[in-house]
């Protein structure tokens, strides 16, 4: 009778580490996935604020080269010079100072990146 018990609380056990093992390796393998995407889509989010700025200030330069005055607005850049951004990603504040002044650009990330996190 206690061999039988025995084999019943053996039983059990195997029961529930083949269920919690497979299911802690999955949290695990799920964890670290999560992590990699964040990681990439911040690192995503960074290199096109870089591409932004890059390319006002080349718009801005250019503009100032072919016109001989820097751009009145940022508006300006986008009709003339074919400026596009996403707006729901980045908040420009273009602030011009003089027609000879370089302008003061401000690149601010708002809104949710593409994990879902909060910037």
Do not use: W
Not at 12 to 18: A, D, K, V, Y
Not at 102 to 107: M, S
Not at 108 to 119: H, Q
């Amino acid at each position: 009778m206690e061999e039988i018990t025995l084999k019943k609380k053996e039983s059990l056990i195997s029961e529930i580490f083949g269920f919690i093992v497979p299911t802690v390796i999955l949290i695990f393998i799920v964890a670290i996935f999560y992590t990699g995407v964040s990681q990439i889509s911040s690192s995503t989010l960074e290199k096109q604020e870089e591409s932004l700025y890059t390319a006002i200030k080349r718009d801005i330069v250019q503009c100032y080269s072919l016109e001989g005055i820097y751009p009145p607005s940022l508006e300006y850049l986008e009709e003339h010079y074919a400026l596009v951004y996403d707006k729901k990603v980045f908040f420009v504040d273009y602030r011009p100072i003089a027609s000879n002044i370089y302008p003061d650009v401000t690149i601010i990330r708002i809104g949710k990146n593409f994990a879902g996190d909060s910037p």
